[in-house]
């Protein structure tokens, strides 16, 4: 199960696990994304190299207008898939505290 | 325990359920179903993408004991070593990185031991993580 939507706060929440079944659902909303953009992974319990390959995809598309994702509140198993990928170094990432 | 999954993505879930099912009655913490969960996913997704065509399942069998060993068997598939060092560029600038790769890159990164073997159509990876766990 994955969802994703716009918060109360502008964020983007992303809960759930986002698997290989689940990019598609993850690409249509992101793919939509402009400007800069703030993901709340707070309720996001998993993430595969499917998942990963959308947040790069969408990330190089923002960057083309001089925008980017912001990613907050990461568990620290995701947190360590980001560390592995290298991609602490192409996006702004905060820890879940 | 083992158990055949049809090879498309939407056996993920029931893949999900059926390892983690076993790994929470065993106790094990996050820190170890989390990287069993995404290697499992990751084997399963490439032997499902590099063989279009064929149509049997894919059996995947769980064991814990002091280490989580994982076996996917692909029966039909084309040779794949999954165990073959690859070149993933992790430290390019955003600009020049390039989606794709990393599925093994965190695959050899996260577990504790990874194999695989290939003879006459039949494909078996093994791979394992220890459990952190002497009463299992």
Known sequence: ?97 | MQREFPRHLNSLAGLYEFTEEIMKAHDLPDGIRFPVHLATEELFVNMVHYNPTVTTDIEVGIDVAEQVTVSLVDNGGVEFDVTAKREVDVDSPLEERKPGGLGLHLIQNLVDSLEYQYQDGRGEVIFTKKSGNKDV
Do not use: P, W
Request: with cysteine; charged share 25%; proline share 0%.
């Open chain 1, 1 to 97: 199960m994955f969802e994703i939507e716009y918060g109360d706060g502008g964020a983007v929440m992303c809960r759930g696990r986002l698997d290989a079944a689940q990019c598609e659902k993850a690409e249509a909303f992101m793919g939509e994304l402009e400007g800069e953009n703030t993901l709340d992974f707070t309720d996001l319990e998993y993430i595969s190299s499917a998942g990963l390959g959308i947040l790069l995809k969408t990330q190089k598309r923002l960057a083309g207008s001089s925008a980017g994702l912001k990613i907050i509140n990461v568990n620290n198993h995701i947190y360590d898939v980001f560390r592995y990928s290298g991609f602490h170094a192409i996006f702004d990432i905060e820890a879940k505290e």
